[in-house]
């Protein structure tokens, strides 16, 4: 017997009876472990509750989000306001990352923890690029965000985008959506002065 296995087995040859008991007890928690240590680590997250992913995206940092991707970060990882790199991209007009993430498979209609979608934040921002590319790509239009009921045409009205106004109605928008408190894109729009907004949403038809 080498001296290995021999103090290997003391606890077992001499204490059989108890040896006996916590070995069941061994198997149970290894059992119980397992799936927490091969569960893929957390993201660290900044200040700001982003992740690395998220913050390179945000920053239009191309190479680094497909270098990311390669090494086998989830493309829809969110970080700590439900945002993906998607909706980075989306917000900050960077085109050419958001295409690039759509056919790596990215989700168009993930949303965050108020209810937006990647359509919705980059017409929030006022970016026409990458609303049009997410369109094309099939995203839902008629999207509302869980606060307030509002759809991304609403947003365009009220910040008084008729570019946007005319892509999303263009594009199916329903120029009478009513938000949770009955306002309507028209409202918003004539409430703010968007002279050019409002009669291209007279135009669709809409009213208050």
């Known amino acids: 017997m080498s001296t290995l296995w021999h103090w290997l087995t003391l606890p077992y040859r001499r204490y059989p009876l108890l040896t006996g008991l916590l070995l069941p007890l061994l198997v149970v928690a290894a059992i119980l472990m397992t799936p927490r240590l091969m569960a893929p680590s957390t993201p660290p997250l900044d200040a700001l509750g982003r992740t690395p992913l998220t913050l390179a995206a945000e920053r239009g940092e191309f190479e680094t989000v497909i270098a990311m991707l390669d090494r086998g970060t989830a493309v829809d990882e969110s970080d700590g306001c439900g945002w993906t790199a998607l909706m980075k991209a989306a917000a900050g007009g960077h085109l050419d990352l958001l295409e690039t993430l759509l056919a790596r498979g990215a989700d168009p209609e993930h949303r965050d923890e ?16 990458t609303s049009r590319a997410l369109l094309e790509h099939g995203a839902r239009i008629d999207a509302v965000e869980s606060e307030a009921g509002w759809s991304s045409l609403t947003w365009a009205a009220r910040n008084g985008h008729p570019a ?8 199916g928008a329903d120029a009478n959506h009513s938000a949770d408190d009955g306002t309507t894109p028209l409202h918003l729009a004539r409430e703010g002065e968007h002279e050019e907004a409002a009669a291209l949403l007279e135009a669709a038809g809409a009213g208050e």
Not at 114 to 129: I, K, P, Q, S, W
Not at 164 to 171: D, Q
């Open 114 to 129: 108020a209810g937006y979608t990647a359509l919705m934040v980059a017409v929030v921002n006022g970016r026409e690029a």
């Open 164 to 171: 946007l106004v005319a892509l999303l109605l263009n594009h």
